[in-house]
């Protein structure tokens, strides 16, 4: 199938449409919606055009979207966001729609860590790996139109969708009931932007879920992580893109996946591939990878202080006990389950079957749950 939207222009937004057979749930509260649906030959999100005059304030055919309900997982990378998406998913009849700027494109799955099929236990995934990469970069504007379409195949199929991803700016440009393209809602202090003392609403209901683990320990697992996503073949992967690649940077958007650019030097420079080259390349990998980190915990709070209501999932024993080289052993997964996944059922439970749920609400608090270390103090208005 392909949709076609109207971009505000004298173009049009298509986006195709991977059609699933109607599945059969046990969910009491969905919200049914119609997409209007052209029969299509490509089965992959290969085009897409975002004009400059799409603002994304309409639903484009999706039905009333303040009746919509979104189960919304946010968090830094490599907290647990995706494993997250995959438990709320089986338990609550859901589907996933990625919500990271890099995962989108098609290719380098381990050096853009995608969750492997085998870690996705037959739970559909949207918009993960679905875009051609040498089709240009995808702009939040233009994941705005993807996703609002994938949630609202979702809910028209009486399934839940589950966001997920690191990427802020998108799940801000899709979830915002006022988004601006033109305006940076992360930038420095004095940009362009609504004070922090107005509320911003959403225009889903929404159930938003904020994985954190403590910097120190999060940092040691990042580097962790990195020596195991090497382990598994990642190099040997960015060789073959190197080599498919040439000189040329054919991929703008996967070209900026944290390895990429790291590892062109040593696999494109004058240089060579020398050792040094190499534990350079990896050591620059390791730095950015929790510089991101940061910078991600950064964006959510600035979330926070614009009113969104974030329920905090803190995994900081979780990844404790993985760095302590216990596996996937008793002493991972209980702290899981009950610091991380038995309170977000808990709070998506409460939120399919509340009916009065407002998400315009003036005012919100920051919740947390019942955890032994928590971040920082947020500030909320």
């Not at 609202?152 to 966001?163: N, Q, T, W």
């Not at 040329?248 to 696999?267: D, Q, S, T």
């Amino acid at each position: 199938m392909r949709i076609l939207l109207n971009g505000g222009g004298s173009r049009a937004i298509i986006l195709p449409h991977l059609q699933r057979p109607p599945v059969i749930v046990k969910q009491q509260r969905a919200v049914t919606t119609t997409v209007e649906l052209r029969p299509q030959r490509s089965h992959h999100l290969h085009d897409w055009y975002c004009g400059n005059g799409y603002s994304g304030n309409g639903s484009h055919g999706q039905g009333k979207e303040e009746e919509q309900r979104v189960v919304v997982i946010l968090g830094a990378t490599g907290t647990g966001k995706s494993k997250l998406s995959v438990d709320l998913s089986v338990m609550f009849s859901g589907e996933v729609v990625n919500s990271d700027k890099i995962q989108v494109y098609r290719g380098l799955d381990i050096t853009t860590n995608k969750i492997p099929v085998v870690e996705r236990r037959g739970v559909p995934h949207h918009l993960l790996g679905e875009l051609d990469p040498a089709a240009g970069e995808l702009p939040p504007v233009g994941f705005r139109a993807l996703a609002e379409r994938a949630i609202g195949d979702i809910s028209a199929r009486r399934r839940v969708p589950v966001l997920a991803g690191g990427s802020n700016s998108f799940i801000h440009a899709l979830l915002s009931d006022r988004y601006d393209p033109r305006l940076d809602p992360f930038g420095p202090a004095g940009a362009r932007w609504p004070r922090v003392t107005e509320v911003e609403g959403l225009r889903y209901r929404c159930c938003l879920l904020w994985v954190h683990v403590e910097a120190a320990v999060l940092a040691e697992h990042l580097d962790r992580r990195v020596d195991e996503m090497v382990g598994e073949g990642m190099v040997e992967e960015m060789e073959r893109y190197f080599a498919a690649e040439g000189k040329a940077e054919r991929h703008p958007g996967l070209g900026k996946a944290i390895g990429v650019p790291e590892f062109r030097g040593y696999f494109t420079g004058r240089g060579g591939r020398t050792a040094a080259a190499y534990e350079a390349a990896v050591a620059a990998i390791k730095s950015n990878t929790r510089r991101l980190a940061e910078e991600q915990v950064r964006k959510i709070e600035r979330l926070a202080a614009l009113g969104w209501p974030l329920r905090l999932m803190n995994a900081t024993n979780t990844v404790a006990a993985r760095l302590a080289g216990e596996g996937a052993t008793a002493a991972v997964t209980a702290p899981w389950r009950r610091d991380v996944a038995g309170p977000s059922a808990a709070a998506v439970e409460r939120f399919l079957e509340n009916d009065d749920w407002d998400h315009r609400r003036s005012r919100h608090r920051l919740t947390r749950t019942r955890t032994r270390a928590v971040p920082p103090p947020i500030k909320v208005c």
